[in-house]
């Protein structure tokens, strides 16, 4: 059913990952075949293809090489030579959810007609907020906010090649430039889902690669609102008022970015933003999972340390906490024994010690969503630039 097309150029650092997440999917049967386009590396990528296909000669995996000619030639070139219907997009630092395809199969079974499906969580059209359900946009809708994400695409390849697939003049914003298109087949669907993780290869958004280049990018989302109006998807008057639109959301986007930068220095210098602060009491068969929950975090950076307060647990927990310590060196972890003395006297203990300039609190039959500490550090600092 799918062909998975990843475009890959010098990312011996991620691309292991982005794979492994295509082969660990709980639908291995819809996948048809795998193609990477090696678009001109001149690091290790090449090699770690080739090792990686060799491991695994169970899966039909084609590798092509060719100069370096930009993501969108690389991404025109695999979804040409593809053979299933249907084409699912990943980059070589993205990685997918292990249920991805599954979930995303079983909308296309409710939707006969769909042509196109996205994914992104939560899901913001206007002033809504969607955190379950498949959602049609308007043009008007992408306008404003320019989703879903690339590795999150499906598309049926027939359809792809009919509307021209990727301008491949473009460098930036070549993504929307071509979804757009599918809004003329009336099939702009996406899934309120959390399905692939994007970036992973990075501390923060638009720390390098193309995305890095905000004034560029930002050229092409004028561009393809420009498009829009072009092919009748919008008024010539929406146009004008999209324009100014994105001049504001460009200038607010690159003083966040700034922001980013600057807490990431303050990283460097050990001088993190969060203390997490977990208070444990007979949760043996729990604790793990809050602690996976913080160490899984999209910007694990943010965190300073991970307070475990033992509140006099009779169970296994402390044995559990030490062991992950023991295993888990790369991020500061302390364990803190107290008598019990009930749940409020725990975390007092723990903010008390904190290092810290925020207390962030998870009980420990609790998890966090991945982007959780990313989502409320950009709210933070918009609001009081971190303080």
């Known amino acids: 059913m799918f062909s998975v097309v990843i475009p890959a150029y010098n990312c011996e650092k991620t691309i292991y990952d982005s794979l492994e997440s ?14 990477v386009i090696d678009d001109g590396s001149i690091d290790n990528t090449n090699s770690i293809i080739e090792e990686y296909i060799k491991d695994h000669k169970e899966i039909n995996i084609n590798l092509l090489y060719q100069d370096n000619a930009g993501v969108s030639k690389a991404r025109n070139r695999g979804i040409r030579m593809a053979k299933a219907e249907w084409i699912a997009l990943l980059d070589a630092d993205d ?18 007609d769909m042509v196109f499906l996205g994914a992104s969580y939560p899901l913001k059209i206007y002033n809504h907020i969607f955190y379950k359900g498949v959602h049609k946009l308007s043009a008007k809708q992408l306008c404003y906010r320019n989703v879903p994400s690339t590795p999150s695409i499906i598309f049926k390849r027939d359809i792809g090649i009919e509307l021209g697939l990727f301008d ?5 914003g070549e993504d929307i430039n071509f979804f757009q298109k599918f809004l003329l087949k009336d099939s702009y669907y996406v899934l309120a889902d959390d399905l692939v993780k994007i970036s992973t290869g990075k501390n923060f958004f638009a720390e390098s690669g193309l995305s890095s ?3 560029e990018m930002h050229k092409g989302r004028d561009r393809n609102t420009v498009a829009m109006c072009e092919q ?6 929406f146009m004008w008022f999209m324009l100014i639109f994105n001049q504001l959301k460009f200038i607010r ?34 604790i793990v999972m809050s602690l996976d929950s913080v160490m899984h975090q999209t910007r694990k950076d943010l965190v300073e340390e991970i307070i475990v307060v033992n509140d006099g647990s009779k169970d296994g927990t402390r044995e559990i906490v030490i062991q992950y310590i023991e295993e888990h060196k790369e991020l500061e972890i302390r364990l803190i024994d107290q008598e019990n003395n009930g749940v409020s006297h725990a975390r007092n203990t723990g903010i008390k010690q904190a290092k810290g300039n925020w207390i962030a609190l998870l009980d420990s ?3 966090w969503m991945p982007n959780k500490l990313e989502r409320q550090a950009e709210i933070l600092l918009s609001v009081c630039g971190g303080g």
């Open 95 to 112: 990685v997918w959810m292990t249920d991805k395809l599954k979930k995303q199969k079983a909308e296309i079974d409710r939707h006969p």
């Open 253 to 286: 986007r690159s003083a966040l970015v700034n922001i980013n930068k600057n807490l990431y220095r303050n990283y460097e210098k050990r001088n993190n933003m969060f203390s997490v602060v977990i208070p444990a009491y007979n949760c043996e068969n729990t």
């Open 213 to 215: 280049n905000l004034k």
């Open 232 to 237: 009748g998807l919008i008024s010539k008057q």
């Open 365 to 367: 039959d609790d998890i």
């Open 168 to 172: 491949e003049c473009m460098r930036y």
């Open 22 to 35: 295509v082969i660990s999917q709980s639908r291995m049967d819809l996948i048809e075949e795998i193609i």
